[in-house]
């Protein structure tokens, strides 16, 4: 079931299913995790994220060919960082472009297969990790290059963690739909142009892999987001290099998911 979070013409948060662009037909969420389509379609006045995330646990050069487009190593374990939960933006939300790092320009896109776990996981195994996955989405770890690798004091998360650099969505796929995460299609557009362009199969560390390791000794709460790695293509590895502008469009397309979309604009 490909699920939305949205707004209603009476301003309820609510979750739906069978999303035409319009409308949605309402569902009920259990306790044990599960949904039920109750059929009574709705207006959709705004899609939101599909989840409100707890944390947001990112994994870095988790493609092969994308550490070999930066010049690094691969990783012998994965490179952890976060992002502010401040930073989930949704589908067609802009991206903003902050004034901070605007001048000279660095902002880059990075398409990503987001995992939103369903419930508390601690010291899992690799075998059972799946068990733990609610469902997939699409997501975009926007990066301020300089702020990332010179002005965040040697870590990752500042330059990656400002208001709108997460968007994600628009829908969440649900697990059962999608039993083989590590053999799923994934894409980024710019203004059209196909900027990457891979395949999950490329993955450093599987999904069942991150969880497991990500797991142990730590509680993974329900609705962490995780967002898996980004594959090569990447603006700042180009000649000459591609950066955010305002004006832009972004498209993450994920198979099995959809397509997110995100206008880019200046603060």
Same mark, same amino acid.
């Given at each position: 079931?490909?699920?939305?979070?949205?707004?209603?013409?009476?301003?309820?948060?609510?979750?739906?299913?069978?999303?035409? /662009?319009?409308?949605?037909?309402?569902?009920?969420?259990?306790?044990?995790?599960? @949904? =039920?389509?109750?059929?009574?379609?709705?207006?959709?006045?705004?899609?939101?994220? +599909?989840?409100?995330?707890?944390?947001?646990?990112?994994?870095?050069?988790?493609? *092969?060919?994308? %550490?070999?487009?930066?010049?690094?190593?691969?990783?012998?374990?994965?490179?952890? @960082?976060?992002?502010?939960?401040?930073?989930?933006?949704?589908?067609?939300?802009? &991206? &903003?472009? +902050?004034?901070?790092?605007?001048?000279?320009?660095?902002?880059?896109?990075?398409?990503?297969?987001?995992?939103?776990? $369903?419930?508390?996981? $601690?010291?899992?195994?690799?075998?059972? %990790?799946?068990?733990?996955?609610?469902?997939?989405?699409?997501?975009?770890?926007?990066?301020?290059? !300089?702020?990332?690798?010179?002005?965040?004091?040697?870590?990752?998360?500042?330059?990656?963690?400002?208001?709108? @650099?997460?968007?994600?969505?628009?829908?969440?796929?649900?697990?059962?739909?999608?039993?083989?995460?590590?053999?799923? %299609?994934?894409?980024? !557009?710019?203004?059209?142009?196909?900027?990457?362009? =891979?395949?999950?199969?490329?993955?450093?560390? #599987?999904?069942?892999?991150?969880?497991?390791?990500?797991?142990? #000794?730590?509680?993974?709460?329900?609705?962490?987001?995780?967002?898996?790695?980004?594959?090569? /293509?990447?603006?700042?590895? !180009?000649?000459? *290099?591609? @950066?955010?502008?305002?004006?832009?469009?972004?498209?993450?397309?994920?198979?099995?998911?959809? &397509?997110?979309?995100? +206008? &880019?604009?200046?603060?």
């Amino acid at each position: 079931m490909k699920i939305i979070r949205f707004i209603t013409q009476q301003g309820k948060e609510v979750i739906g299913c069978d999303w035409d /662009g319009k409308t949605a037909s309402l569902v009920e969420q259990s306790a044990d995790y599960g @949904f =039920s389509d109750t059929g009574e379609r709705v207006a959709v006045v705004k899609i939101l994220p +599909p989840v409100e995330p707890s944390s947001i646990i990112c994994i870095g050069l988790n493609y *092969r060919r994308h %550490a070999e487009e930066t010049g690094q190593e691969i990783p012998k374990y994965p490179a952890i @960082f976060m992002k502010y939960p401040g930073s989930l933006a949704g589908h067609k939300d802009p &991206v &903003v472009i +902050p004034k901070c790092a605007s001048d000279p320009p660095e902002v880059d896109y990075e398409a990503e297969l987001g995992v939103i776990i $369903k419930k508390a996981a $601690k010291n899992v195994s690799e075998e059972d %990790a799946l068990d733990y996955v609610l469902g997939y989405t699409c997501t975009n770890d926007v990066s301020a290059r !300089r702020w990332q690798k010179h002005a965040g004091g040697f870590q990752w998360t500042r330059g990656k963690s400002y208001d709108t @650099f997460c968007p994600c969505g628009p829908v969440m796929t649900t697990a059962d739909e999608i039993p083989e995460p590590q053999s799923l %299609a994934i894409k980024l !557009r710019l203004n059209g142009e196909v900027m990457q362009d =891979s395949n999950t199969s490329d993955m450093v560390f #599987s999904i069942a892999n991150m969880i497991s390791y990500l797991s142990q #000794s730590s509680t993974l709460l329900p609705g962490t987001l995780i967002l898996t790695g980004t594959p090569e /293509g990447v603006g700042f590895t !180009r000649k000459p *290099r591609v @950066f955010l502008a305002p004006g832009d469009r972004m498209e993450v397309e994920i198979e099995g998911i959809g &397509v997110l979309e995100n +206008p &880019v604009e200046q603060e």
